[in-house]
Structures are given as C-alpha cells and as structure tokens.
C-alpha cells in the first residue's frame, strides 16, 4: 500500500470501511462503503464514497483496500519508553516472594531505572528505547507520547527529552514528550521532598522550557512520591512557562489527584484506580480525560479497579495506555492493552477504540490534529485485516495490521 504520490500529490484509499471515530457520531463513526482521500499529508475528505466531490478523486493514486477496514492511526498517550536496562530481576525477586520494600533496599524500584538512565549516553537511550517504539509502530501506531523520570536531575532529565525528541528523526511518527521530573525522590535528595520540588520548580522546569523539550508536564502524585501541595508548586510554574500539565493520580490510594488536576485544567489525569466521585465529576466539569493503564494493574496485581462506570456517568472522557516503563507495566502492545481494559475492566469495544484514537489525541491535547478520520486532520491511518472492528480488542497476540499510514505516505 506503499508507493510514489500521484502526480497531483493526491492519494485516494477507497473500496474500505471506515470506523471514522469522528466526535459526536454514533458509536465508532461506522461507514460501510468508504473512502479517505489525503493531499499534502492531510486528510481531504473522509465518508461514503457516493458522497465524494469528485475534484477529491482527480488526478489522485487511488489504493483499492478491498473492503478492509481503516481505523485512525493509533495513540499511545502515556509511556516512559525511554531508559536504559531492565528490571526483569525485580520481577523474578518478587515472584520469589520479596516484597517492593525488600526490592528497593537491594537498589530496585524507580531509584535503579534512574541509575542506569544516568549511566547511559543519549545515543545508548535513542538504540534502546527504539526496538519499544517498533513494536508500537508494528501495531499501527502513529503517535506516542514520551516521558521523562528516570533522570531526577537537570542534565539527566534533559537527556531523556532530547533522546525522546529523537525517536521522531529515527521513525515516522509523532513524538510528544512530557516533563516528569518529579517522578520519584532521586537518591541526592536525601528524603527532603521539598527541597527537591525547589530544584524541579525552580531549575528542571525552566531549563526543559527554555531548550523546548517538553510538551508537557507531569508528576506523580502518591503517598511513596508527592503530595498536593507539592505537585500544585510544579503545577504552578508549568503554568507560568505555559505548559500543559498531565498527572499520575489516585493510583495507590485517594489523595484527590482527579480533583487537583481538573483544578489546573490537566489535558489527563492517569491510573485512577481510587479516584471517588467528587474526583470523577470534577474531571468532567474541567475536560480532564481520565486515562486508563491496565498494564500496570495487571502487572503489579493491583486488586483496585479504576471507577469506569464513575467516568461513565459523569460524562469523562477515558484514553486507553501501555504505561510502557521497565518497572510496573513492561507492555509495548496498544492492541493488548485494549483486551486487558475491556477484560479487567470492562470498557465495552468502543469505549476502547476510542481511548486509543480519538481520546488518547484528546489527552494530549492532539485531537484538532489527530484521532479521527476527518477532513483537515492529519492523515494519520491504519488499515486491518479484519471483519468487524470488534476483533481488534477480542484478539491477544495477534496483529491483523495490513498496513501504517503516517502523514498520507
């Protein structure tokens, strides 16, 4: 499905079934007898082909798809798929029974990440983390978003981002990247946490800014990193740097991460396995997608399921995520991770389609370009060998992708 531009640079898919995801439709936007024409990279008209005007047609390379499905590209809107190593033997201590405490005394958790991450130049970080970003892009993804954490200090955090900012010269997608310096209490911190936030606040944040390396900021808001206020500092400068801000909220227990982050207007807030009520509607009130990390539940046997029907009832919109990180969710399968929603969860078809096209680009605040099959939209594709939308969330290891379509080509 490849091949030279049409001479007018236009290019026609036709002869396809749409899941066109557009905001509004019924369901997942379905047309039967479809067709998508691209020039320039975008999207020029996306619907029946009856209703095609036909100056969309002419001149155009025209692919017959054979009555294939065509999805958006899909969106992966929270990974930390660059670092450095692994942590396959935490995994094994605890199968064997060790407990997280035990893991971090012997040099585990986030802290080993960040010492290999430190260790690694920005060349050894773009080879490593690009066989992930493959296995992403191998499953029709088009966008990725990228976090920092693992470097807990200003040159380290600042390497990270610019090996994430790489992965885009490296690959054909679309790289976000996001600022998550304060992630985790780096070893030099010495348990003072507000001394730390001094440093991400006051130094990390306006030095990513000032070399454009983020798209936006993060921090993980939990009892084993930082609290409310802290994160409302960071959240503060973020605002004065004009950055969007993301959280990791609720996860482990309820400190009203939901709540806090619909108060700064968070493009999403992530996990939210103990978000209550207040936390849910304030979500809704502020447009704050809630995004959904079955990974990391699964991965690290979390019993706590996220409030769907909360976000259901509410009316918040929910993304669907690999998490992608070495310690708690070492998953680079979007189509996986669709299952796992649905099957530990309980999100319906839809609902999971949606979070990795139309609602990952709204978490990233992406979706004017992105996540849709709409006129004036990039021409961010992917192509299916299948008989009903259904299959791309029942299905585990196995990839139905005929073929990617980034930017038209």
């Not at 976000?176 to 001094?198: N, Q, S, Y």
């Not at 997608?289 to 996220?306: H, N």
Request: aromatic share 6%; with cysteine; proline share 4%.
């Amino acid at each position: 499905m490849g091949g030279a531009n049409g001479k007018s640079g236009l290019r026609v898919w036709r002869n396809a079934r749409l899941a066109t995801m557009a905001d509004g439709e019924a369901g997942l936007g379905i047309v039967e007898k479809g067709v998508v024409a691209a020039r320039g990279g975008l999207i020029i008209y996306a619907g029946p082909e009856v209703d095609m005007p036909a100056a969309a047609g002419q001149g155009a390379e025209t692919i017959d798809c054979q009555g294939r499905w065509i999805t958006p590209g899909l969106i992966d809107c929270h990974t930390h798929l660059v670092y450095a190593g692994n942590r396959a033997n935490e995994f094994e201590m605890r199968l064997a029974g060790a407990t997280y405490e035990e893991v971090a005394r012997a040099g585990g958790g986030i802290v080993s990440s960040v010492k290999s991450l430190r260790a690694a130049s920005e060349d050894q970080l773009v080879a490593q983390t690009l066989p992930r970003l493959d296995a992403l892009i191998a499953e029709g993804v088009t966008t990725v978003e990228v976090k920092s954490g693992y470097g807990l200090d200003a040159d380290n955090e600042k390497k990270s981002l610019r090996a994430a900012r790489r992965l885009a010269g490296e690959r054909p997608v679309t790289i976000r990247t996001t600022c998550l310096a304060a992630h985790a209490l780096p070893p030099e911190a010495k348990g003072d946490k507000d001394a730390f936030i001094d440093l991400v606040a006051g130094t990390i944040l306006p030095e990513v800014a000032a070399e454009n390396l983020a798209d936006a900021v993060d921090g993980f808001c939990e009892g084993i990193a930082f609290s409310p206020q802290q994160m409302a500092r960071v959240f503060d400068k973020a605002k004065a740097l004009g950055l969007p801000v993301k959280l990791h909220a609720d996860q482990l227990s309820n400190l009203h991460g939901a709540a806090l982050a619909a108060r700064y207007g968070a493009l999403s807030a992530d996990h939210l396995e103990y978000t209550d009520e207040a936390g849910a509607a304030a979500m809704a009130e502020a447009g704050t997608v809630a995004t959904i990390l079955p990974g990391a539940y699964y991965f690290i046997r979390e019993t706590k399921k996220p409030p769907v029907d909360l976000f259901r009832r509410h009316g918040v919109k929910m993304a669907v995520a690999t998490d992608s990180n070495p310690g708690t969710s070492p998953l680079t399968s979007l189509l996986l991770t669709m299952n796992m929603a649905a099957t530990l969860f309980g999100m319906t078809v839809d609902e999971c389609l949606a979070g990795v096209t139309r609602e990952a680009a709204r978490a990233l605040g992406l979706l004017g370009q992105t996540g849709t099959l709409e006129a004036g939209k990039s021409a961010d594709l992917a192509i299916w060998d299948i008989e009903r939308p259904a299959e791309l969330v029942y299905r585990m290891g196995f990839n139905p992708l005929h073929a990617r379509i980034w930017r038209g080509q």
